[in-house]
């Protein structure tokens, strides 16, 4: 039964569950040293060609992607934006009254 000052929530205000949220974390971590694998052999290719810049261009990356990717995966809860559904304020909630002993 509500009482009156209780707020109503719209559900897609409430925030992901810790299983969700912890399994996007790792998705974004697995997601970027998966990056981070594919500019290192990159790099080693590039530098086989004799492609000197481009070789350091990606070795650079490898380098700097495994701290990216833990930045990343431990960022705080993403907040939703003024555009977000807040909390309902409907017309004033009405109870149902107390059956009388005449009824």
Known sequence: MAREGDETYVVTTAAPSPVEERHARERRYLITMGVRVVAFIAAIVLARQG???????????????????????????????????SLYRGPGQRELEAPTESD
Do not use: C
């Open 51 to 85: 492609w000197w810049l481009a070789a350091a261009v990606a070795i650079a990356l490898s380098l700097v992607l495994p701290w990216v990717a833990v930045i990343a995966a431990n960022a705080p809860k993403r907040t939703r934006g003024p555009g977000s559904p």
